[in-house]
């Protein structure tokens, strides 16, 4: 499995982004998929995540109402990122779990498979 994020950057307080993911390897249609986030210095954190299977989704408290998270049939993966606050400036990283349940969506040790990371600065 391997996954490739890209379109990070470095952007204004109040700025969009959207970041995209390219996922290939994957045989099953299962578990979770998602995004997450370091910052400098910091334990890496949830972001986003969907469940492979049906779609739903799944934010965090501080992205809620400002990030979309989603998905094509070519099994890409995206993060729209508006209404961006210095706060938001990390590593994100996309990441992957084939046989991930619903109640570990959010923890990051349950996922297997991860990006190499794209940079997102934003600028006050």
């Known amino acids: 499995v391997q996954l490739q994020a890209s379109g990070g950057g470095l952007v204004q307080a109040g700025d969009s982004l959207r970041l995209a993911c390219a996922a290939s390897g994957l045989t099953s249609s299962g578990g979770n998929i998602g995004w997450f986030r370091q910052a400098l210095g910091k334990e890496r954190e949830f972001v986003a995540a969907?469940?492979?299977?049906?779609?739903?989704t799944y934010y965090a408290d501080s992205v809620k109402g400002r990030f979309t998270i989603s998905r094509d049939n070519a099994k890409n993966l995206y993060l729209q990122m508006n209404s961006l606050k210095p706060e938001d400036t990390a590593v994100y990283y996309c990441?992957?779990?084939?046989?991930?349940?619903?109640?570990?969506?959010?923890?990051?040790?349950?996922?297997?498979?991860w990006g190499q990371g794209t940079l997102v600065t934003v600028s006050s």
């Open positions: 990441a992957v779990a084939p046989r991930g349940i619903l109640s570990t969506i959010r923890i990051v040790s349950s996922y297997d498979y």
């Open positions: 969907l469940r492979r299977s049906g779609g739903f």
